[in-house]
């Protein structure tokens, strides 16, 4: 069963932790949705507080939502270079 994709769809961080002690999941989401909102699919971690920052990606899962057009935020897209991902 295929989903449908918008091209409103984005991979961005959601916030969770304490004050001043955030780690953040990185996300599949409507553009519109809240930031914590509830997301289409969590497929991954980012814990910039750690040195260096912890980063757990699904890889195959970043690469299918960016096949099928999601866009990254710019945050998102520079931990997707680091970690040596790339639009399909």
Known sequence: KEREISMATVIRLKRLGML???FYRIVVT???TARDGKPKEEIGFYDPRTNP???KIDK???QY???V???PSTTVK???K???IKKA
């Open 69 to 71: 057009g999601a866009q």
């Open 60 to 62: 195959e899962r970043a």
């Open 20 to 22: 001043k002690k955030a």
């Open 53 to 55: 920052a912890t980063v």
């Open 30 to 32: 409507d553009r519109r």
């Open 82 to 84: 680091k970690q040596g």
């Open 65 to 67: 939502w960016l096949g």
């Open 78 to 80: 520079s931990i997707l």
